[in-house]
């Protein structure tokens, strides 16, 4: 089974509608959004609309729920308020739409006598601003794997795309779990500029003993980054984001 997982678009259109288009391509037999839809950019409501129309199963960012605190506004915001211009854009159903996301997805797969738990969140299953980076201690995230019941854990927030295996197997046994972070659609912060995706492969010779029943693919996507930029520049938002997306950090 092939499933597409994506994070953090944060209402860049041009760089998620690169996106769709690959997917097309791809044809994965399901896609999941971690999150993060808004923020940072001028389309939230044509993001949230690409959502919905394709039935996107999708869970809540920190970003998209920012909205239950500023109100919607037509008018132009004045200098102090241009951190909240970002959410101020997105519209009253849009709004409705990010508010009543879950928090968590938890799909399991079962293979003859084993089973495969995966669990689907924006930052960690603890709180949805954690940030599970790569470099973080082995056993916190054992304890992290162990304590929610996840052999694959997939996740977004630090837009930082990384594929980690750790085994929580004893005396002996193996047991090995999958740490994924789906890095970024629309603000990628690893040096490559190019919208990011993971596509994975779950085989039916899936076990929780072996590593390599599931594999993962980040998937790299060229967009027009002059304009999703340029649109930054154009707008209330601070000329720094411009920057962001043209680095890539």
């Not at 159903?93 to 009543?100: G, Q, S, V």
């Not at 709180?127 to 052999?151: C, H």
Request: some cysteine; hydrophobic content about 35%.
């Amino acid at each position: 089974m092939k499933i597409a997982l994506f994070s953090d678009i944060h209402a860049n259109l041009p760089a998620f509608e690169a996106v769709l288009e690959d997917l097309e391509k791809q044809k994965p037999d399901a896609v999941y959004c971690l999150g993060d839809l808004i923020g940072y950019n001028v389309w939230p409501n044509q993001v949230i609309e690409h959502i919905r129309k394709r039935g996107i199963a999708t869970i809540a960012g920190n970003h998209d729920l920012k909205v239950s605190k500023i109100l919607p506004s037509a008018g132009a915001c004045s200098t102090d308020q241009r951190s909240d211009y970002a959410y101020k854009l997105v519209g009253q159903k849009e709004r409705d739409y990010l508010l009543t996301l879950p928090r968590h997805l938890k799909l399991e797969f079962q293979f003859g006598k084993d089973h495969l738990n995966m669990l689907l969140v924006h930052g960690s299953p603890r709180s949805i601003n954690e940030y599970l980076l790569e470099e973080l201690p082995e056993q916190y995230m054992l304890d992290l794997v162990t304590e929610f019941k996840a052999d694959i854990l997939c996740f977004g927030h630090s837009h930082k795309p990384y594929h980690r295996i750790i085994n929580s197997g004893k005396d002996g046994g193996d047991h090995y779990h999958h740490l994924i972070n789906t890095g970024s659609v629309g603000k990628p912060k690893d040096g490559d500029s190019r919208a990011c995706y993971v596509m994975l492969t779950i085989n039916q010779s899936a076990t929780t003993t072996s590593a390599d029943g599931v594999q993962v693919e980040f998937m790299r996507v060229k967009y027009d980054i002059e304009k999703a930029a340029q649109a930054i520049e154009l707008s209330m938002l601070s000329d720094a984001l411009a920057d962001n997306l043209r680095k890539a950090y």
